[in-house]
């Protein structure tokens, strides 16, 4: 940590690492995967009664309305103890989008399931033939009197055999053109017609799953903004999500792994080993920096540029990642955590998982497209 923090800074760090210290189980610290809900809503729970699960919700939807330095306290003493990773969707996605686009109804149904961890999300936009060019969607949403209904396949839906509701994209009006045409439902999962198929990552894990529909009835009120109208909701949420990708906890977890794993070599770390943990730290230094400025400028009612944030966020992480397997050697190719030292490291699993990073959230060529476009508002290449 290069920040200079102030008085009452440091004061809510030693309270957030004395608590983690007391209160996170040993069974969920220094886990390379997500753990399951039954492990860890548990934890979830804990953060929610102390009042932490959403740092970055405002205090009148029930959020902690953290200051940026705050929420990046909460990131880097998770990171330090080897918090795990949890459910995110409901607290970083939908639960912003309702607080901006929702009716009264749909908030007091929904944020305060999310904040007990009482709902699991999950996210509808990708299908087979409609990825980095969303607008082509196919699912099918017909309008019949107080109902919609769904047919149609989404694919790579995070955490969608987890969950309890998803949020979706479907088109309800054919006759539009295609960024017209498509609506933003709210869609319970045990209703009738929906089957889940799990898909198995790179890192052997079921971290995501196919969703099929096939009829299935959903209530006209659970429309987030207008019918036909939810492209806008659509780009809201991408912005939100991306600043969220933007946060340095990933990046702050891999180079926890490479701290420890310079502890654990000791002097065989030499001298190039001390230079590469070096450029690690700073790499981290300047993402959270990056992700400070976004954050206090869009506090200030500043527009941040999410897409640059994505990149530099994700990209730091697989860079840290690429040098905790080169200070690892030939023991990078283990796939079971090892113990060095006295410390176990994993030194394949995070690695793996980092691949991803890049591509979630729209890839990572995508993101660069945008800022040609938004950002430096070069002329527009050949679209598909
Ligand atoms: C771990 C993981 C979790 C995910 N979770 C979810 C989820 O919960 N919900 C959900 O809806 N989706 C989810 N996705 C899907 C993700 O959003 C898509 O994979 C992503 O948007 C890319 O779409 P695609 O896979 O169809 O690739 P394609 O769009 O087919 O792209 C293939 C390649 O071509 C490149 N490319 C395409 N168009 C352009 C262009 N115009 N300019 C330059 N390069 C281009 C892409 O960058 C990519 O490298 C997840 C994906 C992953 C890997």
Redesign the pocket.
């Known amino acids: 940590m290069l920040r200079i923090e102030s008085e009452a800074e440091q004061a809510f760090r030693r309270e957030v690492r004395d608590w983690y210290a007391a209160e996170l189980p040993e069974e969920l610290r220094d886990l390379t995967f997500r753990p399951e809900p039954a492990r860890a809503l548990g934890w979830y729970r804990r953060l929610s009664q102390r009042g932490w699960i959403a740092p970055h919700w405002p205090k009148t939807f029930g959020g902690m309305g953290a200051s940026p330095v705050e929420q990046v306290i909460l990131m880097e003493e998770a990171a330090r103890i080897g918090a795990p990773e949890l459910p995110t969707?409901g607290l970083n996605q939908i639960g912003p989008i309702l607080q901006r686009f929702g009716t009264p109804e749909q908030q007091a149904r929904h944020l305060p399931a999310i904040l007990n961890g009482d709902v699991i999300w999950?996210?509808?936009?990708?299908e087979p033939g409609?990825?980095?060019?969303?607008a082509s969607l196919r699912t099918r949403g017909r309008v019949e009197d107080d109902e919609i209904v769904v047919t149609g396949h989404?694919?790579?839906?995070?955490w969608?055999h987890h969950a309890d509701w998803i949020y979706a994209l479907v088109r309800t009006n054919e006759t539009l053109p295609r960024r017209q045409g498509i609506t933003f439902l709210l869609i319970d999962l045990t209703s009738p017609g929906i089957t889940r198929r799990p898909i198995r990552?790179l890192a052997d894990e079921n971290?995501?799953c196919e969703v099929f529909f096939d009829e299935v009835r959903v209530p006209r009120a659970n429309v987030v903004g207008p019918l036909d109208g939810g492209w806008s909701i659509v780009t809201a949420l991408l912005d939100e999500e991306r600043i969220q990708l933007g946060a340095p906890s990933h990046a702050l977890r891999a180079l926890e792994r490479v701290r420890r794993m310079a502890r654990a070599l000791g002097p065989a770390l030499g001298e190039a080993g001390h230079l590469m943990v070096a450029e690690a730290e700073m790499e981290v230094a300047a993402l959270t920096a990056a992700f400070l400025q976004i954050l206090t400028g869009v506090a200030s009612g500043k527009a941040g540029d999410p897409s640059g944030l994505k990149i530099l966020s994700t990209e730091t992480t697989q860079r840290v990642l690429d040098i905790a397997q080169e200070l690892a050697g030939s023991a990078a190719s283990l796939k079971l955590p090892e113990q060095v030292a006295g410390a176990v490291i994993d030194f394949s699993e995070l690695f793996l998982q980092s691949r991803?990073l890049s591509?979630?959230?729209?890839?990572?060529?995508?993101q660069r497209?945008l800022i040609a476009d938004r950002v430096l508002k070069l002329p527009k290449g050949k679209?598909?």
């Open positions: 969707q999950c996210q509808g936009y990708s409609a990825g980095s060019d969303l989404k694919i790579w839906t995070t969608g990552t971290e995501f991803r591509i979630y959230g729209g890839t990572n060529e995508i497209g679209r598909p």
